[in-house]
């Protein structure tokens, strides 16, 4: 089953099974992971939903979008080279990330 791997900025780790198909903000926000804000509900126009994914599974995920890009320059929490939006990130069969929730979203 995927599974997601939320750290909050204080180290404590929720491990979630994702369902294919939802972003990893969806998942976050449907099982009340702290940290997600996701203001927008995910329409890609508010960056409320910043991750920063382990260095490890970077190269598993698909490339960031122009838009993207440009929303994360807007994050609350200084960008990071690991900076992603969640929202952005779609859970597939093999799904194992592993992502970490800055101390403030807002």
Known sequence: MPTVHFTDSEGTT?????KVGDSVMETAVRNGVPGIVAECGGSLS???????VDES???DLSE?????DEMLWG???DREDNSR???QLKITDDTDLHVTTPETQV
Do not use: G, P
Request: overall charge negative.
């Open 46 to 52: 508010c960056a409320t939903c910043h991750v920063f």
């Open 14 to 18: 929720r491990d979630i099974d994702a």
């Open 75 to 77: 994050t609350t929490e």
């Open 57 to 59: 599974d970077l190269d």
């Open 85 to 87: 939006l969640s929202c």
């Open 64 to 68: 960031m979008s122009e838009m993207e």
